[in-house]
């Protein structure tokens, strides 16, 4: 005799393409696809949107989540900097239907250096650190500088630190 499965308590959900919760982030925009809530915060996945000739954020690593992107268009340079584990900076320059994985821990950052828009969909599991971005949105909408401090202290708030501070060794 089978057991039954025991169904999800929240339905299937689908994003129409152009819709979402728009975050600015400055130039930078992303598009909520799954802010956590429907995942029991194991998951949430963005749509980042990056203008041409745009530096990303400050080179960082994340205690607590994974992050993959799967870059939509155009081309998206992740640079890993100079760390103990990695004795000179490198650059992975990912195009149209690449795909990025940086795991706990790894130091990074992006950027669009080319003269095209740039577009990635990036995964966060678990999904807490979606809530640094809705937090930096809120600054921004409130017409707030994000100054490097604030941007700093709030990275921290999501168990994320600037690669420059005391940063992970193997």
């Known amino acids: ?84 584990n990695n004795p000179e900076e490198k650059h992975i320059d990912a195009y149209e239907g690449d795909y990025v994985t940086v795991p706990v821990r790894a130091p990074h950052t992006f950027s669009n250096p080319s003269d095209g828009e740039s577009r990635f969909f990036c995964t966060m599991t678990p999904s807490f650190y979606i809530n640094y971005f809705k937090l930096l949105s809120q600054v921004v909408d409130a017409g707030k500088p994000v100054t490097r401090e604030m941007n700093l202290d709030a990275m921290a708030m999501y168990a994320t630190l600037s690669a420059e501070q005391e940063g992970p060794s193997a």
């Open 1 to 84: 005799m089978s057991v039954p499965l025991p169904v999800a308590d929240i339905p299937v959900n689908f994003v129409p393409a152009k819709t979402g919760e728009l975050l600015h982030l400055g130039p930078i925009k992303m598009r909520v696809l799954e802010d956590g809530s429907r995942t029991s915060q194991r998951l949430s996945t963005v749509e980042g949107i990056i203008p041409p000739h745009m530096a990303g954020p400050v080179a960082h690593w994340h205690e607590m989540h994974d992050e993959t992107f799967y870059v939509t268009k155009g081309m998206v340079r992740f640079t890993v900097p100079k760390h103990p």
